[in-house]
């Protein structure tokens, strides 16, 4: 059965790299935006609208990474 037919867990707005949603605009206008990340210092144009699930496994990758020094 498909996700539709259910009660839709609500998204936020988080970092690419490390799930975070403390995030700001650096940009704007013509450039278009690009977003900064307290979190991690990722800027950049992307972001990531993710459910619960998706924070947990895009906060689970960057600190996996960041132990082996990536």
């Not at 998706?54 to 960057?62: L, Q, T």
């Amino acid at each position: 059965m498909s996700k539709a037919g259910k009660n839709p867990e609500k998204t936020v707005e988080v970092c690419p790299t490390c799930g975070s949603s403390d995030l700001y605009y650096e940009m704007g206008g013509y450039t278009g935006k690009i977003y900064h990340c307290k979190n991690c210092n990722y800027k950049g144009p992307l972001i990531v609208e993710a459910d619960s699930e998706m924070i947990k496994a895009i906060k689970e990758d960057y600190e996996q990474n960041k132990k082996k020094g990536q």
